[in-house]
């Protein structure tokens, strides 16, 4: 270990997702084990610039390791975004003897570490924290998998309904720029067409693909849509679209919105919020900084933050064609 930081700010900024608080209490315990003092920022960069900090020690964080959304909650600060804002958070930090800084959230997120570091060469680490799985450099963000799992599980509720009705659901699931949760989700759920932003294959094919599984003798079916899919109609447009091409079909509209965002983590966000927190503390205490900590082939890695935000984080096609075949 190189030079001990004495203080350590830690923050959850951005859209909440399930495992902040088990990310939180990973980096507060990890703290006290080397024995640096910790400090909790609330509400994100907007609590940074109004000085609104408190002390964190090991117990400060029991029982929040299964809670969902943030103990420190969450925000996006547009104050942040001026010079003055940074200059004020700055400000504070300093007063308070913080000399590195965790921050829990997304690309938002990430984007201000990074504006912060190169003006004050503050040092910063981010665990990536969103339900989207949008960024580079991990396999998995902290509460994707818990999210997944929430959006999978309601598919399954609909499912029910839709059948006994002979019904098509459409299912708008979050995902403003990524597919993730739709795809898998979807697949995972048994959906027959899955739309993502990552790849717009038509109206057309997906009125062809339904009429199919009619043909084929589906009375019902769910079609899965990420939020930000690209087919230049929202879901109940979609929707509308299919009534009047289809009229065969009832179709109903389910948007999950922001249930996706809560709830308790899975044990997959909790074992990772925990081995990502523990990354942190040691990168910051090790005089590292400007990185994200992430997992890659199950092992925890580190990524450059700019890259992180900045690079192309793939879907998997292969699970497209995996969901075609499945649509036989
Ligand atoms: O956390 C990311 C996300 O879930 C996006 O998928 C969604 O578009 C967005 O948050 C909505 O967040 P908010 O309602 O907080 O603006």
Known sequence: MGKKLKKIGVMTSGGDSPGMNAAIRSVVRACAYYRTECVGIYRGYQGMIEGDFVPMSARSVNNIIHKGGTILQSARS????????????????????????????????????????????????????????????????LGYDTALNTAMEAIDKIRDTASSHNRLFFVEVMGRDAGFIALNAGVGAGAEEILIPEEDLGLNRMLESLKKSRRSGKSSSIVVIAEGDKSGKNVYELADYVEQNMPEYEVRVSVLGHMQRGGSPTCFDRVLASRLGVKAVELLIDGKSNLMVGLENDKISTTNLEKAIKGQCEIDMELLRVSDIMTT
């Open 78 to 141: 547009k104050d942040f975004r001026t010079k003055e804002g940074r200059k004020k958070a700055y400000d504070n930090l300093t007063e308070q003897g913080i000399e590195g800084l965790v921050v829990i959230g997304g690309d938002g997120s990430f984007t201000g570490g990074v504006v912060f570091n190169k003006e004050y060469n503050f040092p910063v680490i981010g665990i990536p924290g969103t339900i989207d799985n949008d960024i580079f450099g991990t396999s998995h963000t």
